[in-house]
């Protein structure tokens, strides 16, 4: 196997990008890091720059402001990326998608690998998410 | 409470209609000209502290509510004026309370009432590229899926 | 030919930079694998540090526009290559007994490198963050380089040389120079302006992940960012054998029993390390140079006056 990918498969780091979300998907984010659900021991990082991240976490239903600076995000992450959309709102936009201020669904603006529907989702359906994504790199 | 509701009819007298909903909730109803003077007596003669705005499109007219709280006595006061949708205009209480400046640029770019004397009447929350003119929170805007 | 080729083996394989280089990884994984247990979670298998700089070798490396490529990736190797100079000097006095006067100054001085270069980095980022973290890495580093060498200082006055090899052995024959109450004080200043340099908290302030986005390492991604998380973790190896070197007695690898003893205090002085790290909340640029330049300045000029009123005696 590349040696490359595998590194990528063991360490990635992590990038949460809150597009307007209502922040319940981004405090079940946050319980990613504490000891209960500990995805360090998957060796998997919170990265401080988006310059350093290898997984972009789009939480909320990415309206018209923000659109374009979610599209300048993901330009400024060096290849190979892997973008997630955390949470129904990002993965469709559910009750929200035909307001006047939501444009277009996450995947529209950015390309998405993995949709992890769940309002918000559960932990555990976000590690095993993120697993598999990596593994199908 | 009750020394709060004397004290408007006592210093305003025929201009408002007061209505007292429970022991803790006043409604006071004002013409819009006069707006800028209850809302003096209020903030600074009584210390009322500015809670919020809210702005509504009735069948007719626009109304707005300036909903002050009263922290020591426990109860809410809301002022509601209105606003007649040919010429949607009223003064800014920016110049009693600065704290209201946000809120009025919202309402502003939401039902599309102009606010005069506003010093920064911009955009607030909708996108840069959204059309002028445009006010999403009116009645007779289509809330329909729009790419 | 052939001492240009024993340099070499020296500088790159050992002790040079791909033992260091391995050290610090796996003390960088040991610091890890204590905080998370710390924490009461489970923490990274042994081979994550390695996984960490494979795969940033294999990201793509962008470049802010404007900036050239080589001054940008030329920075980290500077510090790179002043860290595996002090690491390949300090084992060659360990080993071959080499070394030559002035060459605790001159270690002193490489070891201010790498922070030079996290500062240049952050600077030729075009980035206002970057800026941000740049100022305050040099606050850092202004305020706690002063007690340091007060504390080195003290070393020197009581061992009476600045050549390694001699405090070495003055420390061979008269015991580890932390042996004496004004040496002791010496060394914990020494040991807290070590947690300044490595960057741990509480003095993690240049790189204060949650307020300022990775401060002066933002705009570096890839192997130029590998690089610098490379130079970081060599660090946390190089200083406390620097520490142990002038304070602790020096490092003896004739008999297994004295590699024991290196083995000791090296673990000594990193726990110690981490759980300054794990206990402390992370202080603000001004409280850490207000308490470098106070409290930790005045027990430094302490400990040096004692030392010299020791010696007077």
């Known amino acids: 196997m590349n040696l490359f990918k595998w590194g990528l498969r063991k360490a990635p780091a992590v990038f949460h990008a809150g597009a307007s979300a209502c922040n319940n998907c981004d405090i079940e984010i946050l319980d990613l890091l504490t000891p209960r659900f500990d995805i360090e021991r998957f060796g998997m990082t919170l990265a401080g720059s988006i310059r350093q991240a290898d997984i972009l976490l789009v939480t909320g239903v990415a309206n018209r402001k923000i659109a374009k600076k979610l599209q300048q995000l993901y330009a400024q992450m060096p290849a190979p990326k892997v973008v997630a959309a955390i949470g129904s709102c990002a993965c469709s936009g559910i009750i929200f998608r035909d307001s006047y201020n939501v444009g277009t669904p996450v995947d529209k603006i950015i390309p998405v690998n993995i949709y992890i529907p769940g309002c918000p989702p559960k932990p555990e359906a976000m590690i095993a998410a993120l697993i598999k994504a990596l593994n199908s790199l | ?147 | 030919m052939s001492e240009i080729f024993k340099a070499i083996i020296l500088y790159f394989i050992f002790p040079g930079f791909l033992f260091t280089a391995v050290a610090g990884l796996l003390s960088t994984w040991i610091d890890r694998k204590v905080t998370a247990r710390l924490q009461w979670r489970v923490g990274p298998p042994w081979f994550q540090p390695f996984a960490d700089i494979i795969k940033l070798l294999g990201k793509e490396m962008i470049v802010p526009e404007g900036v050239s490529a080589f001054r940008f990736v030329l920075i980290p190797v500077l510090g790179l290559a002043a860290i595996t100079l002090v690491s390949t000097m300090l084992w060659m006095v360990v080993i071959g007994g080499s070394s030559f006067t002035g060459d605790l100054i001159v270690v002193l001085c490489l070891l201010i490198v790498p922070s030079i270069s996290v500062i240049l980095g952050g600077s030729v980022s075009k980035n206002p963050l970057s800026a941000l973290g740049t100022s305050r890495e040099m606050k850092l580093i202004l305020s706690c380089e002063l007690p340091f060498l007060i504390s080195v200082f003290t070393v020197i006055m009581r061992s009476g040389s600045i050549l390694l090899v001699s405090i070495t052995e003055y420390q061979a024959s008269h015991g580890a120079i932390a042996g004496n109450l004004s040496c002791l004080l010496a060394f914990a200043v020494a040991l807290i302006c070590v947690q300044a340099i490595l960057g741990y908290v509480p003095f993690d302030i240049p790189d204060a992940e949650q307020e300022i986005e990775a401060g002066p390492y933002i705009e570096y991604s890839g192997p130029a960012f590998a690089v610098f998380k490379l130079t970081r973790a060599m660090m946390l190896f190089v200083l406390p054998v620097f520490l142990i070197t002038i304070f602790l007695g020096g490092i003896n690898v004739m008999t297994w029993q004295s590699v024991g003893w290196f083995v000791l205090k090296y673990v000594l002085i990193l726990t110690a390390i981490i759980l300054i790290k794990n206990t402390n909340p992370r202080l603000r640029i001004d409280q850490a140079t207000r308490f470098f330049w106070g409290p930790v300045t005045i027990v430094a000029l302490i400990a040096l006056m004692l030392q010299f009123i020791g010696v007077k005696i």
């Open chain 2, 1 to 147: 409470m009750q020394r709060v509701a004397e004290a408007i009819k006592v210093e305003f007298g025929e201009q408002v209609e007061i209505i007292e909903k429970s022991a803790k909730r006043i409604f006071v109803y004002i013409d819009k000209k006069k707006i800028k003077n209850i809302i003096h007596f209020l903030f600074v003669d009584l210390g009322a502290r500015f809670s919020t705005a809210s702005g509504i499109d009735d069948p007719g007219y626009f109304e707005i509510l300036y909903h002050m709280a009263f922290d020591k006595e426990g109860m809410f006061v809301t002022v509601k004026t209105q606003i007649n949708k040919s010429d949607p205009e009223i003064d800014s209480i920016t110049s009693i309370v600065p704290g209201a400046e946000w809120i009025e640029r919202e309402i502003h770019e939401l039902l599309g009432i102009k606010f005069k004397g506003h010093p920064n009447l911009k955009r607030l929350l909708l996108a840069d590229d959204w059309p002028e003119g445009v006010y999403p929170l009116r009645k007779e805007f289509p809330q329909v899926r729009r790419e």
